[in-house]
């Protein structure tokens, strides 16, 4: 399975923009890139997932570089609510493979 | 709409003491999955499935046991409870087809072992 590397931890103030990076230099042909908040106390939730290029939903956007190698998630004007950690996951994850969660990025949002 | 749900929510054990977290999906979802989540580790892996009738070894798989009951029912099971143990459990299900939208966990089981 790929290895992930993301930051530990990110701080923001309220309405700017995040941006994580998580690198995933063995990203097989087959696999999908997934993002996933989680909030204390609470189990994770898929936030979005991509194959190649950019993917933008109602709560974030994804960009993937043609080579795949890393991958961007990007949170839109951040409120004290995105407070949470960020788990990057490269995988044919929906096939059944083993979910690998790393440690996540801790993203805290400041007035 | 459900999702997945895990029982108990809250448990305490002894040392030594065996217990079942059970766990189930009204998705009709292929795979299932076990996780123990410590203070700054992360999610970690303990067992999964892949579609019923199958088990896999995780990253931590050491001292559990798991069975998938039906396509529904995924339990995980402590023989002997150790401190060591002590964590928040999350269960989470998946469809397992390319392209689906991820995996949906629970909302965790916070054990202690004393």
């Known amino acids: 399975l790929a290895k992930t590397t993301q930051p530990i931890s990110m701080d923001s103030y309220e309405g700017q923009e995040v941006n994580i990076t998580c690198s995933h230099n063995?990203?097989?042909?087959?696999?999908?890139i997934t993002w996933y908040q989680q909030f204390p106390s609470q189990g994770p939730r898929f936030i979005i997932q991509?194959?190649?290029t950019k993917v933008t939903n109602e709560v974030a956007s994804l960009f993937i570089p043609a080579d795949r190698k890393s991958s961007t998630l990007s949170l839109p004007r951040v409120s004290l609510s995105d407070t949470a950690v960020y788990y990057c996951?490269?995988?044919?994850?929906?096939?059944?493979?083993?979910?690998?969660f790393g440690k996540g990025t801790s993203l805290l949002v400041t007035p | 709409n459900a999702g997945v749900t895990q029982t108990p929510k809250f448990q305490v054990l002894k040392t030594g003491q065996s217990m079942t977290l059970q766990c189930a999906q009204d998705?009709?979802?292929?795979?299932m999955y076990w996780y123990r989540q410590d203070p700054g580790m992360g999610l970690r892996l303990i067992y999964y499935?892949?579609?019923?009738?199958?088990?896999d070894k995780g990253e931590v798989p050491n001292g559990y046991n798991v069975s998938r009951l039906n396509k529904r029912e995924f339990s995980l099971r402590l023989e002997s409870a150790a401190p060591s143990q002590t964590s928040v459990y999350f269960c989470?299900?998946?469809?397992?087809?390319?392209?689906?939208?991820?995996?949906?966990f629970g909302q965790g089981t916070r054990l202690t072992v004393v």
């Open positions: 996951l490269v995988g044919y994850s929906n096939s059944g493979y083993a979910l690998n």
């Open positions: 499935s892949a579609s019923e009738g199958t088990t």
């Open positions: 991509g194959y190649k």
């Open positions: 989470a299900s998946s469809q397992g087809d390319r392209g689906s939208v991820g995996a949906f």
């Open positions: 998705m009709n979802h292929n795979s």
């Open positions: 063995n990203i097989a042909t087959n696999d999908y």
